[in-house]
Each structure stands twice: as C-alpha cells, then as structure tokens.
C-alpha cells in the first residue's frame, strides 16, 4: 500500500521519549519550555510560543484568549478541516463561512470585506496545504477595523511569505503538530504571538486558569506551592513526552520539507500533460508543502480515487467543506467556488519516506485510469 501520509520518527525521538521517562513527571514540564525556545529559534523570531496539546486546542485558547464568545461572528473559509471551525463553536461564537480562490484554495479578501459585520471578532485565514495567505491583505484589515488575525497555520511549519516565516509576524499563529503534520510531536500544537497581554492570559489559560510563575521550573525545589486562578481555563498544555518527539523532529524538520518539495516536483513534472488533472501551479520553494492536491476533471474524481485504492494507492479528499456538515450547514451558505473545488480535489500521497518510484508508479496509475 501506497500510504498518504504517514509520521517518520527514530531513535532521536526514542532517545528524547526516554529521557523524559527518566524524569518522571510527563504533564508540563521542562521538554515543553526547551520545544518552545526550539520552535522561536526555527521560526528566528523573539516572539512568545505557547505549545498546546493539540492544534484544535491552539485556535480554542488563542479565540478564548482574546474574548471571542457568545454572539460574536469569525470568518473562516468553509474549505478547511473541521477543527477550525469547532474551535470557533467551543467559544460559543459562529463561524461565517467565507470562499477561496479557485487556484490555490486560499481564503478569498473580496468574499471577506463582503461578510465583515458589526459582530466580526475575528478571521480565520487557513494557509492550505502549506500556501500562505495574502497577509498583507488581512493585517491591513485588522489595523482599519480592529479584527484580530488568528492564522490556522497547522499545514505551514516553515512556510515563508514575502521572506518571513509563517509565524515570524503577523497577529496570532496556530499550528499543529499532530501525528501526520510535516512536524509531529505524537500531538501537539503552539501558539506564536508578540501580544504580552494574550500571551500572559493564554498561558494562564492553558493549564486551568492557573497562575503560578515558577511552576515549570525543571529545579522542583523551585517551584512555588502557591497560585491563584484568575480565569477560565482549560487543560491544553503539551505534555513533555509530545515535547520530547517535537525537539527531535524540529531538527530534522528542513530535511521533512526539502523532501516534500522534490516530491511535488516529481509529481508536477510526471503530470504536466495529463489530460483531466490539474496540478497546482506556483512552485514550492518557499513553502512548505504539506498535502500535494490536483483537480480531477470531467466528474471522474470519485472513480479515479476508487481506482487507486484497488491498485493499493491511497489518497485523500482534504476537505469536506464546513458547511456540508449537517452539524454546520446554513441554507444562507452560498459557497460556489468551494463546492467547485470539493467536487474535483484528490489529495496524492506524500512523506518523508515515499519513493520516487512510488510518485512513479501513482503518476502511472492515474494516466493508465484517464487514458483508459
Ligand atoms: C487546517 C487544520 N486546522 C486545524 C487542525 C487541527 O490540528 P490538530 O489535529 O493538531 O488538532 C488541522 C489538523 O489536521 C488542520 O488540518
């Protein structure tokens, strides 16, 4: 079987995993603070990194930290997984679903500034599958209206934009490190921002609203007993084993990603002629390419992808739309563009360990199916 993806860990993270046991505590600890200082030197920013449990967790606490509740609106493109817009339910707020670009998937500015009302607390941009959104567009948006930009960066670990990493600047930036992430730490999110007071009340925030200076101290002797609890908080923190893998995955991390493009190279080059599929253009060198996507034409996507499993080929359909779901669908949801999308988009697969031969033979499959 051909596998869509898959995490790629060795004994640098055995290695880690094991010191960790050896310090017997496994929540909060010392492994979390050193993957925090690890992902602000590779993103080369002096800005603050709250690691999270999970990504999902990293939107929740960023949205509640900077007061998203009951009545207010998020705009958010329909096309992303579901866990940005739950996170966005979890506050008790509503998410508006906005369009993307036919091309790169990426939230559309236009359909934005269109759904912008008096209750918009904040926008969602999602940078799919590892393509930055236009942040020059949506930072203006926020420095003339107010609306925080909280970024859904859980496919850009290492994604430039305009020469800064992804991360490196804007409003508040969420990523995740889950099991199939460019990056992993088993699970894992974090949360970058250079506002002190979000950073102060998310961290609060992250462990149950307690507020304890010294408590992550790898010295017990430390640690203060004594702590207040100010706020509503909830049980996100990452654990020091998720840490542990992090800080030896982020040492291999530009090696993930150098190999990722290559395969989106072969992959390009192998499917340039094809009649029925498009690849997407744009070029990968800046980015991090975490899903490699094509439209498939004429109503065969369905087949195609059937086809491919028989031939023991995996591959993915990222993303059901939002507002398909039963649980978010809205009669006012009127999203051409993303239906469009979700009707012809097939994901191919790809990580750290597929073969060029592997591309080779996905690419042959495909044309031997719409050839035939
Ligand atoms: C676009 C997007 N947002 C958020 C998440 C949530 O991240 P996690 O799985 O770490 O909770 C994912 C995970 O797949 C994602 O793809």
């Known amino acids: 079987m051909i596998k869509i993806s898959r995490g790629c860990c060795g004994e640098e993270e055995l290695k880690e995993v094991k010191e960790a046991f050896e310090y ?141 990493k992804i991360g490196s600047f804007g409003d508040i930036t969420c990523f995740s490190f889950d099991s199939i992430k460019v990056m992993t730490c088993g699970e894992g999110g974090a949360i970058v921002t250079n506002d002190a007071d979000f950073e102060d009340l998310s961290r609060k925030k992250r462990l149950l609203g307690i507020d304890r200076k010294t408590m992550h101290e790898k010295d017990w002797k430390k640690r203060s007993w004594l702590y207040d609890v100010p706020t509503l908080g909830f049980r996100y923190h990452m654990s020091n084993i998720n840490a542990a893998i992090g800080l030896a995955q982020i040492k291999k991390v530009d090696a993930f990603i150098k190999r990722r493009r290559e395969i989106c190279k072969l992959y390009d080059e192998s499917l340039a002629d094809v009649k029925g599929v498009t690849t997407m253009p744009g070029g990968y060198d800046d980015i991090t390419p975490f899903m490699y996507v094509v439209r498939v034409h004429d109503g065969k996507r369905n087949q195609l992808k059937e086809f491919l499993m028989q031939c023991d080929i995996e591959s993915g359909i990222s993303y059901i739309p939002c507002h398909h779901f039963s649980g978010f669908h809205d009669d006012k949801n009127n999203l051409p563009v993303t239906d469009d999308v979700f009707e012809e988009i097939l994901c191919l697969p790809i990580h750290y360990e597929i073969k060029d031969s592997d591309v080779e033979e996905v690419c042959k499959r495909i044309k031997e199916y719409l050839n035939s």
Do not use: W
């Not at 942040?135 to 800064?164: Q, S």
């Open 24 to 164: 017997g505590y496994f929540g909060l600890a010392y492994k979390t603070n050193e993957f925090e200082s690890e992902v602000k030197k590779y993103l080369d920013t002096d800005r603050s990194v709250i690691a999270t449990s999970t990504g999902t967790d990293a939107l929740h606490l960023a949205l509640e930290s900077i007061g998203v509740g009951a009545g207010d609106e998020v705009i958010m493109p329909s096309f992303t997984f579901v866990a940005t817009a739950q996170a966005v339910r979890m506050c008790g707020a509503t998410p508006v679903f906005c369009e993307i670009d036919p091309v790169h998937f990426l939230i559309s500015i236009e359909d934005v500034k269109r759904k912008i009302t008096e209750k918009t607390k904040a926008i969602i941009p999602v940078h799919y599958a590892g393509r930055p959104c236009d942040m020059d567009a949506l930072l203006k948006i926020k420095d003339e209206t107010g609306i925080r930009i909280v970024e859904d960066a859980a496919h850009a670990f290492g994604t430039y934009y305009k020469g800064r």
